[in-house]
């Protein structure tokens, strides 16, 4: 049987600094690589949607920079962004990091996968190591490797399923997205095709076929809380990447009495959401999960649809004709807003009566699909999160699981 040892992180990390000022360009050559940043992990996953190319020939990057599969990420800096924890499982392309994030590579003593896993079950208190005012939070890194404690089994063999325990479970999560990234296209295809083919679509403003209402500003001196309760309060990012805004780990509170001051502005399963300030456009249908949730004054919420469905007033909010619509209705050459008057006068394309039946028909058999996937993936990644610390404790035997 495996011998359970301690150490702190610094003492099984062969490397950490955080990355390079970039010098970024537009255009990819044969002298550019990319560079991830904050945005970019997320969700204890790394996006390369949102990562920039950086010219070598301006600044040469450190070879021990540039990312290696197994290296694992931390935010640096920022509010409520420091300290999220992501590995790199492969490396699709030369990557670096900015400045605002940190590496860090194991020693020979961890498997790597093991190593990865070990550090995000310490998300938590990673988060917690963040210094500095409001705004200016930055993760300190001498705490970082001294304060965060790694238990591991000294036979790499054991770590080595562990590992493969874990990732097993992401890597069902991550096919799950994969087949809802192919059904989301599929719905958004038919719905295209369905309005292009007709030849008696007739244009309704949005105003005219459902509600749409403000979301609220916390009161002053309220702040959100970690701590799930039964009060969610859904913000911008939370639209990031959704189908449907639904309850995660992710999701931020408010406390009883900031419950009651703003219980006005709350969501119902089915409202679809519309960022209007900063990223203006994210929009999700509500899931149920979120019925009775509060709303930043960040989003609208468009609610008591009559004569189409959420599904179909969100895919005409993705399609071509929605987004250019939202664009023309955003004003504001410093901050980007959309008006909720701007968004009642949107261009809403109303089929005839049975077209219309016929393609809400097909596309609630696809979006019940994406749902059972959503709710699949919720709870594999439920337990994941619950069995983590207890496998990285040695509280658990992997091998009393079936890998």
């Not at 295809?189 to 105003?207: C, D, E, H, M, P």
Request: some cysteine; overall charge neutral; glycine content about 6%.
């Amino acid at each position: 049987m495996a011998k359970w040892l301690e150490k702190t992180l610094g003492e099984v990390t062969a490397f950490i600094a955080k990355g390079i000022p970039p010098k970024y360009t537009e255009e990819e050559n044969e002298n550019t690589i990319r560079v991830l940043n904050q945005k970019c992990n997320r969700n204890f996953e790394i996006s390369y949607n949102e990562s920039r190319i950086h010219d070598c020939e301006k600044k040469k990057v450190p070879v021990d920079k540039m990312l290696r599969a197994g290296d694992v990420l931390i935010n640096s800096t920022g509010t409520g962004t420091a300290g999220r924890v992501a590995q790199m499982v492969e490396v699709p392309v030369p990557t670096t990091i900015d400045g605002h994030m940190i590496l860090i590579r194991p020693s020979e003593e961890l498997d790597p996968i093991y190593y990865g896993y070990a550090v995000k079950s310490f998300q938590s208190q990673i988060e917690g190591l963040a210094e500095g005012s409001t705004g200016q939070t930055e993760i300190n890194r001498r705490r970082l490797q001294d304060e965060v404690i790694i238990r591991y089994p000294n036979d790499k063999l054991v770590q080595k399923n562990i590992g493969s325990f874990l990732a097993n479970i992401d890597e069902k999560i991550k096919a799950n997205k994969e087949i809802n990234k192919n059904l989301e296209q599929q719905a958004q295809a038919i719905f295209n095709n369905a309005i292009q083919q007709s030849k008696s679509v007739t244009y309704v403003k949005l105003g005219s076929l459902a509600d749409v209402k403000g979301g609220k500003r916390l009161p002053k001196g309220a702040n959100l809380m970690s701590i799930p309760n039964s009060h969610p309060y859904i913000r911008v990012r939370d639209l990031n990447d959704v189908v449907f805004a639904s309850l995660s780990a992710n999701y931020k509170y408010v406390d009883d009495e900031t419950q009651k001051a703003i219980s006005r502005y709350i969501t119902t399963t089915d409202d679809v959401l519309i960022s209007i300030v900063g990223t203006v456009g994210l929009t999700a249908i509500v899931d149920k999960s979120l019925n009775m949730a509060n709303l930043t004054e960040n989003c609208v919420k468009v609610t008591k649809l009559h004569g189409i469905s959420p599904e179909y007033l969100l895919l005409y909010l993705r399609s071509q004709h929605g987004s250019e619509e939202i664009k023309k209705g955003t004003v504001g050459a410093v901050q980007a807003k959309l008006p909720i008057k701007n968004i009642q006068a949107l261009s809403v394309p109303l089929l005839p009566q049975s077209d219309l039946q016929l393609l809400n028909d097909t596309l609630k058999i696809l979006f019940h699909q994406l749902s059972i996937n959503i709710a699949e993936s919720k709870c594999l990644t439920d337990i994941r999160d619950s069995l983590l610390p207890r496998l990285m404790s040695g509280e658990l035997d992997v091998s009393e699981f079936d890998l």
